[in-house]
């Protein structure tokens, strides 16, 4: 089983990225997904999930109405639209896919937010 994201990169402040995350080796559309975060010296926090077929989707306060999680279950791919981004959105971005006990991880993407 693997997960790769992809997508990051350097963007001014109030600028748009869109991260994704590429699954295989098991069968992606029976797992739920999260995107995290991990700013230097921090610790690492929950971004936004969404379940299996997609039908909902969960955001943490800092990007509410700023980023939005998508999945493409035919793709085996999952997506995070970063919009406005603030130079606290800095951080190493990472995919979690999970099912029950099982997760797997990503090994993550950079974005920088930096004028």
């Known amino acids: 089983a693997q997960l790769v994201e992809s997508g990051g990169g350097l963007v001014q402040p109030g600028g748009s990225l869109t991260l994704s995350c590429a699954a295989s080796?098991?069968?992606?559309?029976?797992?739920?997904v999260s995107w995290y975060r991990q700013a230097p010296e921090k610790e690492r926090e929950l971004v936004a999930s969404?379940?299996?077929?997609?039908?909902?989707?969960i955001y943490q306060d800092p990007v509410k109405g700023r980023f939005t999680i998508s999945r493409d279950n035919a793709k085996n791919t999952v997506y995070l639209q970063m919009n406005s981004l603030k130079p606290e959105d800095t951080a190493v971005y990472y995919c979690?896919?999970?099912?029950?006990?099982?997760?797997?991880w990503g090994p993550g993407t950079q974005v920088t937010v930096s004028s």
């Open positions: 080796g098991f069968t992606f559309s029976n797992y739920d």
């Open positions: 979690n896919s999970y099912r029950g006990v099982v997760r797997y």
């Open positions: 969404i379940t299996s077929a997609g039908g909902r989707t």
